[in-house]
């Protein structure tokens, strides 16, 4: 076998890896996709209300977050490096994420779109505040449904206060 053949069936073999690899992740990014079915039994019948309601919008906030964290590369180095995306750099960081409701009065949703507004008190549990300011998330997602409830009409990224470090 001459050197050429056996260095081309070496690159066939590193693609058939690489396509099987693509298949598995692309199987896995739907499974993610999916808003979670596994609400725990001890929360209360409120809590898993507006937890399977944020959940609708799961696919939509990984959507967004994909784009931030791992946004298209420019052309020049896409050309030059073999570089499609630039994913941000992480030691496995954090994303808290919160969605309120469309106020019922429109007029209500440009003041909305200029706060961000988290519960401080929930009876028997932590509020997503308390866990924030406990160092639990690196970031947080802030979103407001659109009326129809099928996307965002605003959302904005922060960086947490507690990852002052990041």
Avoid at 104 to 115: K, L, Q, S
Wanted: aromatic share 10%.
């Amino acid at each position: 076998m001459e050197p050429e053949e056996a260095e081309g069936g070496k690159v066939m073999e590193r693609l058939d890896s690489l396509s099987h690899l693509y298949k598995e992740e692309k199987n896995l990014a739907q499974a993610r996709l999916q808003p979670r079915q596994d609400v725990p039994d001890y929360v209360s019948r409120a809590v898993r209300r507006d937890w399977l309601w944020a959940d609708r919008f799961v696919p939509h906030v990984q959507t967004i977050l994909s784009s931030i964290l791992a946004p298209v590369a420019p052309l020049s180095i896409d050309r030059d490096e073999a570089t499609d995306f630039m994913v941000l750099e992480s030691r496995g960081a954090r994303v808290a994420c919160r969605v309120r409701r469309f106020p019922r009065a429109e007029r209500f949703f440009e003041t909305m779109r200029e706060e961000i507004t988290l519960r401080a008190i929930r009876r028997n549990c932590e509020t997503e505040l308390d866990k924030i300011l406990q160092g639990h998330a690196d970031f947080l997602f802030y979103a407001i449904a659109a009326p129809d409830e099928t996307d965002f009409a605003s959302w904005s990224w922060q960086t947490s206060p507690s990852s002052a470090s990041l």
